[in-house]
Each structure stands twice: as structure tokens, then as C-alpha cells.
């Protein structure tokens, strides 16, 4: 069975940091693309940062320069490192993977609609006071 586990949340003051990890089962990591998405109060999705099987990554514009994507094969888990946080990044993150970049599915949860990620987590929740 596939699953993805994030963990690492929690509540920090604006300008900390928070790590949070995404262990995956029932599948290879380095087989798969993954990504970090969030859900925000206002519950919009939003693509944070992805990396790719070979090792290519993405992060979006309002959080380059604050969040870097890293991995650790032996432990089959994903990193997102969140420095300088911000209230705005206040939201519930989840980790998604894909084998096959050639299909989108259709989910009602968490990001509801046609996604490019087919497994997800159950997320993990940031909060950040100012």
C-alpha cells in the first residue's frame, strides 16, 4: 500500500523555522516525483515546491530565497526546510508523489480538481503568529 506521512508542523513566531518531513511506503522515493502544496485558511492549494526523480526542483516565486526542497533516499523521505516564515505561510502542507508525469487525476481532497499528483498525505498543519 502507498502512503505518505508528513510530519513537522507546528506553531512558530514570524521569522522561525520549521523542517518538515514526508516519508513515503510502499513505493521508492527516487522513483517518483514529489511535492509540497499547502491549503491555506481560505482553503486555496497552491504548489510550493516539487522535485523531480532526477533531482530537478521547483519552488514557487513568494517562497524562493525562504524554502528549500531536499532528500534523503536511505530514509525514503522528503525534506521541506521553511526559513523566515511568514503569517501568510500559515496553512496545512501535504506531500504529494507521482510515478508517471503523462496523467493528472481527479481528486476531491485536499486540493479539490484535476491534480498532477496522484498519492497524498493526510498533511501537516503551520502555524505562523506575528
Known amino acids: 500500500e502507498v502512503q505518505l506521512v508528513e510530519s513537522g508542523g507546528g506553531l512558530v513566531q514570524a521569522g522561525e523555522s520549521l523542517r518538515l518531513s514526508c516519508t513515503a511506503s510502499?513505493?521508492?522515493?527516487?522513483?517518483?516525483?514529489m511535492a509540497w502544496y499547502r491549503r491555506d485558511l481560505g482553503n486555496e492549494c497552491e504548489l510550493v515546491s516539487s522535485?523531480?526523480?532526477?533531482?530537478?526542483?521547483f519552488v514557487a516565486s513568494s517562497m524562493k530565497g525562504r524554502f528549500t526542497i531536499s532528500q534523503d533516499n536511505a530514509k525514503n523521505t522528503r525534506y521541506l526546510q521553511m526559513n523566515s516564515l511568514k503569517p501568510e505561510d500559515t496553512a496545512v502542507y501535504y506531500c504529494?508523489?507521482?510515478?508517471?508525469?503523462?496523467?493528472?487525476?481527479?481528486?476531491?481532497?485536499?486540493?479539490?480538481?484535476?491534480?498532477?499528483?496522484?498519492?497524498w498525505g493526510q498533511g501537516t498543519k503551520v502555524t505562523v503568529s506575528s
Open positions: 504529494a508523489a507521482r510515478g508517471s508525469r503523462d496523467r493528472s487525476w481527479h481528486r476531491a481532497y485536499p486540493c479539490p480538481g484535476i491534480v498532477p499528483y496522484e498519492y
Open positions: 522535485i523531480e526523480k532526477d533531482g530537478r526542483t
Open positions: 510502499g513505493f521508492r522515493f527516487d522513483a517518483f516525483d
